[in-house]
């Protein structure tokens, strides 16, 4: 009889052990999205820095994150590449499309994603949409309704087909269509190009571009007031950048460098292993935060 149990627990281990490795391993190897990216000029594609194809590109990929490269072909020297991180979920599209201009700030595109809702939804019939922009603080309008500024989560979206447009001013509009469906969330991630034929670009660019010195002979940056109250510390100067930290407005900190649309600072870290005083650096929007 005591044989007998233990041959039934062996069997029920086994089992279980069975349905870990067929349900969760492997079909998490064999999970695929879709994956479509266009460009304008025509580009190259690199995933993992390994070229795969060149715009447009459309077809299933396996699901992960992957580094992004786009890099223009042919007579297209004088235009500037992109990379950046892109995640793939199962089941579902990845989109990406570029606008490649002579540099970063006059570069202009979208990244969607849609993933299940971690959270299920009120109602049946509706999903969400989280929307991000570079630089931040545009306002978001969804069917022609201003929700709000970015970022943020638009909740209760009902299903079906959508026109999202988010603005700034110096910036050209963004506008693109998006399908919503029930249980899930869009995210949207909006990179605004400069508007040449704005009489605030000199504005803009001298806010991006100039710095002051404090007394002590250091560059400092300010956090400046924001719908949010505070500003995501990234670990890359992107949008889709790991978010390190939060600092508050209001709140000083020593300038490092900057890209366009960022500064790195210098700040107090409060990760695991860091101990008191010990500073670590990353990047914040320069839309609102300033230097003095």
Known sequence: MKSKLILLLVLIVLFIGFVVV???ILDKQNAYGKLKIISSPT????INN???????????YKVGEYLLKLIPEGNATETASWNGKISVYKNALTYVNRELGS???FSAGEIFTTQKMTDPPKSNNTGEIYVE?????????LDNDEKGVAPMVLQDVLRGDHELSVFMSGFFRRTQKINVDPGYRV?????????????????I????????KTAGGKTMVTISNNPQ???????????????EAKVKVGEKYEFIDEKTGWYQIKYNGNKDGLVAGEFQTGWISSEYSTKE
Do not use: C, H
Not at 50 to 60: A, C, E, L, Q
């Open 229 to 243: 109250g505070w500003l995501r510390v990234r670990d890359d100067a992107s949008i889709n950048a790991s978010e």
């Open 103 to 105: 540099s970063d700030i």
């Open 22 to 24: 067929r349900f969760f």
């Open 50 to 60: 390994m070229i795969i194809s060149k715009t447009p590109f459309d077809d299933k």
């Open 205 to 212: 660019e001298n806010t991006a571009t100039g710095s002051a």
């Open 133 to 141: 922009t570079e630089p931040q603080g545009a306002m978001i309008t």
């Open 187 to 203: 995210n949207a991630y909006f990179k605004l190009a400069l508007d040449q034929s704005q009489k605030q670009l000199s504005d």
């Open 43 to 46: 580009a190259s594609v690199y």
